[in-house]
């Protein structure tokens, strides 16, 4: 880009030279001859005459025959003058051309990596989840046409988070990239193999007549994934798992084609060879969830989705500053759906962009009817690791930034601890550019994802939260509240804003205030409520906020460095 930018000034100072140049030696050409002319006459009146006078000069005008000669001497000077101004001109024009290929080749390369890295994995150079759906979804288009099947296969390693433990992330990192390398030479021309996200990878073959040659196939590769991985600390080994579903057999399009190769994966664990096809019955629950998947969608499109909040408290004013939102469906036939279903349900499809799309939608409008009524409350949105691959993340954002206007600030995105260190290094540069979007981060479900040190303190996150299962119990379990509080030693040390979830009791909020826990959620508090009731408990609530109250008073007492 910098190139691109001295190109632009190089350019801008030669169409100067274009502009003011062109006529200037003509005119002093002009200038010149004048001058010469004006001077000859008056020295050859006073030769002739002794005197300057007009007389004397008309004179020796009519009879000097050098002064005759001089008055060529303008259209002399300003040929010269466009001569020379036509030369510059062109030699402009020349690096004006020359500039603007240079720029344009500049231009369209800056578009191509910007494409690619939009696309592809930053780690691996693989395509990425949405590149691979779209390949898939031409290439059905095709099979439809010529009457052919294609094959879908997923991959995961499931070894792979035993090598992270005990040879390091950085290692882990070494990994992924000899899988691909060992997947690219598995095979011919006909594939497309893809990084679907952490540990697991997908594989679309194009020329497969028959299901032996997918699983042939998925063999062979699985042999290549098994053989030991050489590390800087000794070689490291990784079972493998291969699910292949086929179109048109197993579905005809790409959402059903990936979540049931996923579903044959599963299966594969517990075969000796690490391969199976899908069927009906690998999948009992499928009739549900290819209701459920149709009936999503049109939940998010119809808004029939509720969003509920969870009030956070800070323990040191003993008010609410925050909420949780959190997304509810009452299905119309099988009732309440947990969250963990749907959502689990839209992250194997293409519905994780529009479901988060209208959670953040419904959060920004309430935060904006909430802000005409006078309440000032920060709000928290958990956030996909499908979600935060998306490469038009800041276009999801556009509406809660155009009501936060400025303060963003007040919304915090959450992001849990296990989706983080799926890939660490893409998650903290895509972290990095929400942090430069002013919004606060912060690391859901804290101690359930064995980060590394290393990696946390990286992180432009302004907040952790200790998950659940260590809080409920540190009454009654030390080691638990051991845990909960070397994790707010730790958040402390770091800078970072600890949060407490899961708090059921009076004595566990206690506890948590006597170690220093800064925010506490849970249902001691208040279970997570609709919109309406959340303003009536808010009403009556002995922890409500002051209405107007500015949200840097409302802020806890550790601050983040970053």
């Not at 990784?238 to 579905?251: C, E, N, Q």
Request: neutral net charge; contains cysteine.
């Amino acid at each position: 880009m910098a190139a691109t930018a001295r190109n632009t000034d190089l350019l801008a100072r030669n169409a100067q030279v274009l502009r003011s140049r062109i006529n200037r030696y003509g005119i002093m050409g002009l200038v010149i001859a004048l001058l010469t002319i004006v001077t000859a006459s008056l020295v050859a009146s006073l030769q002739i005459t002794g005197e300057i006078t007009l007389e004397g000069i008309l004179y020796a005008r009519q009879h000097n025959f050098t002064l005759r000669i001089l008055d060529f001497l303008p259209f002399a000077f300003a040929f010269w003058g466009q001569y020379t101004s036509t030369l510059m001109a062109y030699q402009a024009s020349a690096l004006i051309v020359e500039q603007t290929d240079d720029l344009r080749a500049e231009t369209t390369e800056w578009k191509r990596k910007s494409l690619h890295d939009a696309t592809h994995d930053i780690l691996t150079g693989l395509p990425n989840r949405v590149l691979f759906y779209d390949r898939l979804r031409q290439e059905l288009l095709v099979a439809g046409r010529e009457n052919r099947r294609i094959a879908v296969l997923f991959i995961d390693l499931d070894g792979f988070k035993k090598i992270n433990d005990a040879f390091g992330h950085d290692q882990g990192d070494l990994v992924l990239k000899e899988v691909t390398a060992r997947l690219r030479r598995s095979g011919s021309g006909t594939q497309t193999v893809a990084r679907m996200g952490g540990d697991e990878f997908a594989v679309l073959l194009t020329e497969t007549a028959t299901v032996d040659e997918a699983r042939e196939w998925a063999r062979g590769a699985r042999r290549m994934l098994e053989s030991p991985f050489t590390l800087s600390r000794g070689p490291a080994e990784s079972s493998v798992s291969i699910g292949i579903a086929y179109f048109p057999d197993h579905g005809s399009d790409p959402d059903t084609l990936i979540q049931r190769s996923e579903a044959a994966m599963i299966a594969a664990r517990g075969r000796h060879d690490g391969v199976a096809v899908y069927a009906n019955e690998l999948d009992a629950d499928n009739p549900r969830r290819v209701t459920l998947l149709g009936d999503l969608r049109r939940a998010i499109e119809q808004d029939l989705l509720d969003l509920h909040y969870q009030p956070k408290v800070d323990l040191r004013t003993q008010e609410v500053v925050s909420v949780e939102a959190l997304m509810r469906w009452s299905h119309p036939t099988f009732g309440r759906v947990s969250p963990g279903e749907f959502i689990t349900l839209a992250e194997g499809s293409r519905l994780i962009r529009p479901l988060t799309q209208w959670s953040i939608n419904r959060a920004a409008r309430d935060l904006e009817q909430w802000q005409k009524d006078g309440l000032t409350l920060g709000m928290a949105i958990n956030f996909s690791a499908r979600t935060l691959d998306d490469p038009k993340l800041p276009d999801l954002l556009a509406r809660p930034m155009s009501v936060l206007g400025e303060n963003p600030e007040r919304l915090t995105l959450e992001v849990t601890e296990s989706s983080i260190m799926e890939d660490p290094r893409r998650t903290i540069e895509i972290l990095r550019r929400l942090k430069a979007m002013k919004f606060r981060l912060s690391i859901d479900d804290f101690g359930t994802g064995y980060s590394s040190l290393a990696y946390l303190s990286k992180l432009p996150v302004s907040e952790m939260k200790i998950d659940k299962s260590f809080v409920m119990n540190m009454k009654q379990n030390k080691d638990d509240r051991t845990i909960v509080k070397a994790t707010i030693d730790l958040g402390h040390n770091l800078g970072l804003c600890v949060v407490a979830e899961g708090v059921e009791t009076a004595d566990v909020l206690h506890l948590l205030k006597e170690d220093g826990c800064d925010i506490a959620q849970g249902y001691f508090i208040s279970p997570p409520l609709a919109n309406l009731d959340f303003l009536a408990w808010l009403r009556e609530s002995p922890w409500k906020p002051k209405r107007l109250r500015p949200l840097e008073a409302a802020k806890p007492s550790i601050t983040s460095p970053f």
